[in-house]
């Protein structure tokens, strides 16, 4: 079984979500469907109530943040409750190519960290460029990261250790196959218990192609050559870690 921790079947067009239903009959996939705002996070509980190998992180993107109002907490509080195939809120965080101001990201950041800690949820984190600004704010809440991921790794050694010396789980995504030196050192030295694969698709090309949840074979066989260890011994590893960040079976 495969396990795909960051995808966006809410995303899927109608050929591509007919595609994936054929695909995934077999049952040897398990997907973390992820969201980006209220509308998104809605479908997302949609589409993991439909499918019993589909999971959802409900989140809000730093690219959402317009819609943010006072009401918009009390959404999420509702999509939550007594929902067990929530599994994570996520992904959220902070992006410096967005238009919004650092303040008004930490400020719904820390608004969807309180959520999280409320119902006892892990949390999937964005964090786009090398900077440490999300460490500040992650340190505000939580004494180590072992509830913690970060998603769709893409910086440099120094922030990698930051993140295992406090615990966190790193996942990395399509994005090897872009093969940035940076990155593949990344996944060479994360130990095996913190490592968790993903696609990022739709929204993650391949090779300039539009990527689908089940391009996440070729993540876990890229990651199996690039750590020198069998295919079988790395998927293991990462359910094992699936089942302790998410709880999923």
Do not use: W
């Not at 999420?76 to 929530?86: D, F, H, P, T, V």
């Amino acid at each position: 079984m495969l396990i795909d921790t960051h995808c966006h079947i809410n995303s899927l067009d109608e050929g591509e979500r007919k595609l994936f239903d054929e695909a995934t009959s077999s049952g040897q996939y398990r997907f973390i469907d992820v969201s980006i705002d209220i509308p998104s996070s809605r479908k997302s509980r949609e589409v993991a109530q439909k499918y019993a190998y589909v999971y959802c992180a409900i989140g809000f993107h730093p690219f959402s943040i317009e819609s943010f109002t006072s009401d918009t907490i009390a959404a999420y509080r509702q999509i939550l409750a007594n929902n067990e195939k929530i599994v994570a809120v996520g992904e959220i965080g902070l992006d410096f190519t967005a238009k919004f101001s650092t303040h008004d990201q930490v400020r719904v950041l820390k608004e969807f960290i309180l959520l999280a800690q409320e119902f006892s949820k892990p949390v999937v984190i964005h964090n786009r460029f090398n900077v440490p600004m999300i460490f500040n704010v992650l340190d505000e809440y939580y004494d180590d990261y072992q509830r913690i991921v970060f998603h769709c790794f893409s910086q440099d050694g120094i922030f990698l250790k930051r993140i295992l010396n406090k615990g966190g789980y790193v996942s990395f995504s399509l994005n090897v196959f872009r093969k940035k030196r940076e990155i593949i050192q990344a996944l060479k030295e994360v130990p095996l218990d913190k490592l968790l694969l993903e696609t990022d698709s739709p929204y993650m090309q391949l090779r300039n192609q539009r990527s689908s949840p089940l391009d996440i074979d070729k993540v876990h066989n890229f990651a199996a050559e690039v750590k020198d260890i069998a295919f079988e011994t790395l998927s293991e590893k990462v359910k094992t870690n699936v089942r302790t960040v998410f709880g999923i079976q």
